[in-house]
């Protein structure tokens, strides 16, 4: 497999972001349900919010046992937020997980770290300084682009960052429990990432 590669796991097809050794770094590549990120309005981050739960039981758990057993748990860094400084929590060890501010600006969707790390004086939202890889963020839900979530925490803690419908990153965050049950069309879209044991040719 090589980075940019889409393939099938589960039910889902997805793209492959990184390839290490005998793994590979993938994300779905559309969002696949809308959820919001926390089930009660308090200052919460990846390692206690509600999202980061469903992801590593009920979501991991309707993967077949064979596939349960090619995906491998990672520890991932969960940084403070580079613009507001508010508190990323603890590392975390995920079968499943989102993707974090710095994955999205700087790894696997081109290199925006020059707008992440140097923030305008001005500045409040990312779009108003132009940011030519928003088109590899975009991503697309029941035929149309939408909104989804990061892990990472917002301007505070009852906020979480997202990516915009147009690929711009809403680095000030979006309110963990954006939209209600009564409307669920505002919840954030959900594209899960994991990494990968592919399987041997030999």
């Given amino acids: 497999m090589q980075i940019g590669d889409e393939i099938t796991f589960g039910k889902y097809k997805w793209r492959v972001l990184d390839v290490q050794n005998n793994a590979v770094l993938i994300v779905t590549e559309h969002i696949i349900e809308t959820r919001p ?8 981050t990846w390692a206690d919010c509600a999202l980061r739960k469903y992801l590593n039981s ?15 748990p990672t520890i991932n860094k969960n940084l403070d937020n580079q613009w507001y400084c ?6 975390t060890q995920d079968k499943i997980f989102l993707l974090s501010i710095e994955e999205v ?6 290199d925006s770290s020059e707008k992440l790390y140097n923030k305008g004086a001005k500045q409040k939202y990312w779009f108003e300084r132009k940011d030519e890889n928003n088109s590899k963020r975009i991503a697309m839900y029941n035929g149309r682009k939408r909104w989804y979530w990061l892990r990472s925490p917002g301007r ?10 147009n690929g711009d990153i ?12 009564s409307e669920p069309d505002y919840f954030g879209g959900v594209r899960p990432v994991l990494w990968l044991g592919v399987l041997s040719t030999t």
């Fill in 105 to 110: 600006a700087c790894k696997y969707f081109g």
């Fill in 170 to 181: 809403g680095i000030q965050g979006n309110n963990i429990l954006k939209g209600n049950v």
């Fill in 86 to 91: 508010t508190n990323g929590g603890i590392d």
């Fill in 156 to 165: 505070v803690n009852v906020k979480a960052v997202y990516i915009h419908g």
């Fill in 58 to 72: 009920e979501f991991y758990d309707a993967f077949s046992e064979a596939d349960k057993a090619r995906i491998i």
């Fill in 37 to 44: 990120y926390h089930n009660k309005y308090v200052d919460v």
